[in-house]
């Protein structure tokens, strides 16, 4: 009778088959800090700058065995980029498809961002050739910037995911998962489809 295979994952195959459940046990962690975060990002006090503010609920929120933090507010020929990280792109994950760099900006504005601001993050992104972004958009993003995102794909092959605060609470608050999300925005990108 053959030898039982040992039922125990190393941290290795949990990586690389449950990015899912990695990304859930990570927020974990940090949930009472990302519940503070986003209520001060919602609602910021008198002495507090919501931008600041919903870039520590970003770099929380993002920083995982995926995702490591390397910079705040680096300055690149377009700009500043708010937060960069470098991908750990393990096989059979969808972060695999990113490149080693991945480029945050915060916009907690009352407003939707507009095709402006995505045509400037999408020129951060050519800058230091990344092919994913993230946009984290208090009150998400225009039909404008809609239609710059496809063709920012369709053109340059660049991937801009938009994440608002209906998304955040969702993940924070446990209704949902953060690699779904990523995924299911990931592949609207791509698909130019409404996610």
């Not at 407003?111 to 009150?139: Q, Y």
């Amino acid at each position: 009778m053959p030898e039982e295979l040992p039922q125990i994952l190393t941290l290795l195959d949990k990586l690389k088959l449950y990015p899912d459940i990695v990304l859930d046990e990570t927020l974990a962690v940090s949930k009472s800090t990302l519940q503070d975060l986003l209520a001060r990002a919602n609602n910021p006090g008198i002495n507090d700058d919501a931008g600041l503010i919903l870039e520590e609920l970003a770099k929380v929120f993002l920083e995982s065995p995926y995702l490591k933090l390397n910079k705040e507010r680096r300055r690149c020929e377009n700009g500043e980029i708010d937060l960069d990280f470098t991908v750990k792109r393990f096989e059979a994950t969808l972060f695999y498809e990113f490149s080693y760099l991945l480029i945050v900006e915060c916009k907690n504005w009352s407003k939707k961002a507009g095709a402006p601001e995505i045509r400037v993050f999408c020129s951060k992104m050519r800058d230091v050739r990344s092919n994913v972004g993230i946009l984290f958009s208090k009150n998400g993003i225009t039909k404008d910037a809609r239609r710059i995102i496809r063709d920012a794909w369709l053109r340059d092959a660049i991937v801009v995911i938009v994440l608002d605060f209906v998304d955040l609470d969702r993940v924070i608050n446990g209704s949902d998962n953060l690699y779904k999300i990523i995924k299911h925005k990931y592949l609207a990108a791509r698909t130019a489809s409404v996610d």
